[in-house]
T-cell receptor, first 116, second 117 residues
Framework: NAGVTQTPKFRVLKTGQSMTLLCAQDMNHEYMYWYRQDPGMGLRLIHYSVGEGTTAKGEVPDGYNVSRLKKQNFLLGLESAAPSQTSVYFC???????????????FGQGTRLTVV | AQKITQTQPGMFVQEKEAVTLDCTYDTSDQSYGLFWYKQPSSGEMIFLIYQGSYDEQNATEGRYSLNFQKARKSANLVISASQLGDSAMYFCAMRDSQAEYGNKLVFGAGTILRVKS
């Protein structure tokens, strides 16, 4: 059982380049999330999805786009990378629970992105 | 809007002693869930413990317990008998239904815990 898998694990981009981060989960989870982690700021939510074909903005969506064409995959795109997007990116997934009990989220191993 | 506050950027604790990591949250929803995650230096996110807003008893998982004070909107993590392997970053997180679209999981800034031998 792979859980949540992110690719790639590391990447170096030049300013202005584009790239896509892939997140895949095999737990049939409805919810998927993309976070970025920066020192002193915790995990900040970029975008999330509540089901196949849906996406929504999180706290820091600018400069990123996402797509959820298949339930198991959640893609994060950087159209024109900037040095401010240097960060560690985490994907996570969970189920919505029943509104009273919420389920834990499962995380990928992270992608370390450097924009030079 | 959801907000999670962890006021302790870093903490030290002596091995075998107990330590409390603070977390306060802000929500107007009655139904929400609170989580604690551990992130060791290797980087992975490890789920530790969950507390539901309707749970009357504090959650416990082995050496971890959650001191839930609903009226104060606090959900502090207590680690008993600290071990060297507890040295890590600890994140408090919350899900509620206040999001504009569905509900979402948001995190605090984290607390770095260092266990001294």
């Amino acid at each position: 059982n792979a859980g949540v898998t992110q690719t790639p694990k590391f990447r170096v981009l030049k300013t202005g380049q584009s790239m896509t981060l892939l997140c895949a989960q095999d737990m049939n989870h409805e919810y998927m999330y993309w976070y970025r982690q920066d020192p002193g700021m915790g995990l900040r939510l970029i975008h999330y999805s509540v089901g196949e074909g849906t996406t929504a903005k999180g706290e820091v969506p600018d400069g990123y786009n996402v797509s959820r064409l298949k339930k198991q995959n959640f893609l994060l795109g950087l159209e024109s990378a900037a040095p401010s997007q240097t960060s560690v990116y985490f994907c996570a997934s969970d189920n919505m629970g029943d509104g009273v009990y919420y389920t834990e989220a499962f995380f990928g191993q992270g992608t370390r992105l450097t924009v030079v | 809007a959801q907000k999670i506050t962890q006021t302790q950027p870093g903490m030290f604790v002596q091995e075998k002693e107990a330590v409390t990591l603070d977390c306060t949250y802000d929500t107007s929803d009655q139904s929400y869930g609170l989580f604690w995650y551990k992130q060791p230096s290797s980087g992975e996110m490890i789920f530790l413990i969950y507390q539901g807003s309707y749970d009357e008893q504090n959650a416990t998982e082995g050496r971890y317990s959650l001191n839930f004070q609903k009226a104060r909107k606090s959900a502090n993590l207590v680690i008993s008998a600290s071990q060297l392997g507890d040295s890590a970053m600890y994140f408090c997180a919350m899900r509620d239904s206040q999001a504009e679209y569905g509900n979402k999981l948001v995190f605090g800034a984290g607390t770095i815990l260092r266990v001294k031998s």
